[in-house]
């Protein structure tokens, strides 16, 4: 079965500084991976997908992810985190035969001045 | 073209009653998929439908039921509501069929049930 776990339900970062939110994944056959984005009242928003092309993903606001299947990981950074960043952040993985997402559990970026 | 349109977007009930929600997706998707979202379980699969089939189906019980009309706009019922029925609903939908073939999944705003 697949699954994400993302590590660290809170995350605090100063304004400028760097943003690395940590998922897992787990899947017997290639996935493909995702970060979501959800600020308050809203749904989600695709910040950045893997769908097996280049491992090193770029997405938008300045947010990129490094899918390493050795480590199973596809952790999402951005070099200098701005506040408009605050919000809640999913990683989410499908398999290739279905639409279905698995979601991981989020962490919530807090962004300090 | 316009994004993904859920209604209503905030509804309150009380136990025992049922609730219609509804999903329209974007112009020429024909794949509607629901989540629940809430903050002991996270984001939850509901189920999928396609071309006015149930595609998927994830495990929750059968007081949640779906369906597809055919200009694809979606409805979910939720039947004898709980308390743990409070969360708030997603519907995404996307292009077309799977069988290998991405199609990213565009969500909408949500409709935030409370159950009192």
């Known amino acids: 079965a697949q699954s994400v776990t993302q590590l660290g339900s809170h995350v605090s970062v100063s304004e400028g500084a760097l943003v690395l939110l940590r998922c897992n994944y787990s899947s017997s056959v290639p996935p493909y991976l995702f970060w979501y984005v959800q600020y308050p009242n809203q749904g989600l928003q695709l910040l950045l997908k893997?769908?097996?092309?280049?491992?090193l993903v770029k997405g938008i606001n300045g947010f990129e992810a490094e899918f390493k299947k050795s480590e199973t990981s596809f952790h999402l950074t951005k070099p200098s985190a701005h506040m408009s960043d605050a919000a809640e952040y999913f990683c989410?993985?499908?398999?290739?035969?279905?639409?279905?997402?698995?979601f991981g559990t989020g962490t919530r970026l807090q962004v300090f001045p | 073209k316009a994004g993904v349109t859920q209604t209503p977007r905030y509804l309150i009930k009380t136990r025992g009653q049922q609730v219609t929600l509804s999903c329209s997706p974007i112009?020429?998707?024909?794949?509607v998929s629901w989540y629940q979202q809430t903050p002991g379980q996270g984001l939850q699969f509901l189920f999928e439908y396609f071309s006015e089939t149930q595609r998927n189906k994830g495990n929750f019980p059968g007081r949640f039921s779906g369906r597809q009309f055919s200009n694809s706009r979606s409805e979910m019922n939720v039947s004898t509501l709980e308390l743990g029925d409070s969360a708030l609903y997603l519907c995404a939908s996307s292009l077309a069929g799977s069988g290998g073939v991405y199609n990213e999944q565009f969500f909408g705003p949500g409709t935030r049930l409370t159950v009192l």
């Open positions: 989410a993985v499908s398999d290739r035969n279905t639409d279905k997402l698995i």
């Open positions: 112009s020429g998707h024909r794949s």
């Open positions: 893997y769908t097996s092309a280049a491992t």
